[in-house]
């Protein structure tokens, strides 16, 4: 028996860090075909490697071969959200991480190129996913939604890059952190960045300048590192955004943080609310099914609204503002009849 790991389109974000990950536990039985962009000293147990470049004629090589290499006593598990594209004679296991491959979503935000790939992979899944093929999801959300849209079965089995105990959470903890925010995130529209950076800006114009922590890659997604860096100059916000991180540093940056805060308003599992949590950040995150399938978030927000956003870090932070004051009927009425007389 052969594990076949198929991955040729995984190459950056949660997915990169989970196949990173499983590239480190498979022997040298193994064979992997990947996106020549991943870090393949990653494989430590040195199993065949298979480097795929990111075109579409490579993708459809890497296919073929997948097709002609896997035997019926083999097991394909596609890392990377499709089912083989020619029927496989192996066991073939699906891990599905990514929300837009089923399910009603609004593509208009997403650049030319980035709609067609997508609206292609989403005939992929839907057509070449057999049923005798299985489907692996990382929460029970995204189980539920898979059934009702497609009447897909799945199962549930998430992982993360690396499991430990929850770090215990002391007052010392808190202390001498370089930032009071971090968001681990790419920048896909449904990230959510610009909101969460006019609740920084709703926050400045009240005196209030909490530290952020960002990575958004300044070549993958530059409007959106752009955008940071204007809003932190016409604002003074207090916002440094580190690009693209390794694992290690991703964790570095989690413990030099006093909280996670998460606006994302998609997403298949949100690996960071888990890292988070491992090490005992309090979390700030959208009110959404698939944050509380995972964790149990200490303030949480309408991703929608910056105001929301913005609340919720005041109460984090225990900063209370005045509300609006009420006047009875007689205040009302002396007030507009002042205003008559001006």
């Known amino acids: 028996m052969t594990l076949f790991i198929h991955a040729p389109n995984v190459h950056q974000g949660g997915g990169r860090t989970l196949l990173s990950a499983l590239l480190g536990q498979v022997d040298k039985t193994a064979c992997c075909v ?3 962009r991943m870090n393949k000293s990653d494989a430590v147990l040195n199993p065949a490697i298979h480097s795929i470049k990111p075109t579409l004629f490579d993708r459809l090589c890497a296919e073929i071969f997948l097709s002609k290499n896997a035997k019926a006593d083999d097991v394909v598990l596609c890392f990377g959200n499709l089912p083989p594209l020619f029927k496989s004679r192996a066991k073939v296991m699906v891990f599905l991480q990514n929300r837009y491959m089923f399910g009603p979503h609004d593509f208009s935000r997403f650049a030319l190129g980035t709609k067609l790939r997508l609206r292609l992979e989403r005939w992929w899944f839907r057509t070449r996913m057999r049923s005798n093929y299985q489907i692996i999801v990382q929460s029970s959300t995204m189980q539920r939604e898979l059934q009702s849209s497609l009447g897909f079965k799945a199962t549930v089995l998430p992982f993360l890059a690396a499991n430990g105990e929850p770090s215990i959470i ?3 903890s808190f202390q001498n952190k370089e930032f009071d925010f971090v968001y681990v995130s790419s920048a896909e529209p449904h990230k959510n960045h610009a909101a969460l950076l006019d609740a920084w800006v709703l926050l400045a114009e009240q005196g209030i300048r909490p530290s952020l922590a960002l990575t958004v890659n300044a070549d993958s997604a ?6 940071i860096e204007q809003k932190s100059i016409l604002h003074g916000l ?3 955004n580190f690009g ?3 694992y290690g540093d991703v964790q570095n940056l989690y413990r030099n943080s006093t909280a996670l805060i998460f606006p994302s308003k998609l ?3 949100g690996l960071p609310l888990l890292e988070a949590s491992q090490i005992g950040l309090p979390i700030l995150a959208s009110e959404l099914d698939y944050v509380r399938d995972v964790v149990d978030p200490a303030q949480t927000f ?3 609204s910056p105001t929301s956003i913005a609340r919720a870090v005041l109460r984090h932070l225990n900063i209370h503002l005045p509300k609006t004051e009420t006047v009875d009927a007689k205040a ?3 007030h507009v009849l002042q205003q008559n007389k001006q």
């Open 302 to 304: 309408d991703p929608d």
């Open 170 to 172: 002391t007052a010392e």
């Open 332 to 334: 009302f009425l002396a």
């Open 244 to 246: 693209t991180l390794k």
């Open 34 to 36: 990947l996106d020549e």
């Open 267 to 269: 997403e298949s599992f």
């Open 222 to 227: 530059a409007h959106v590192a752009q955008l």
């Open 238 to 240: 207090r916002i440094s």
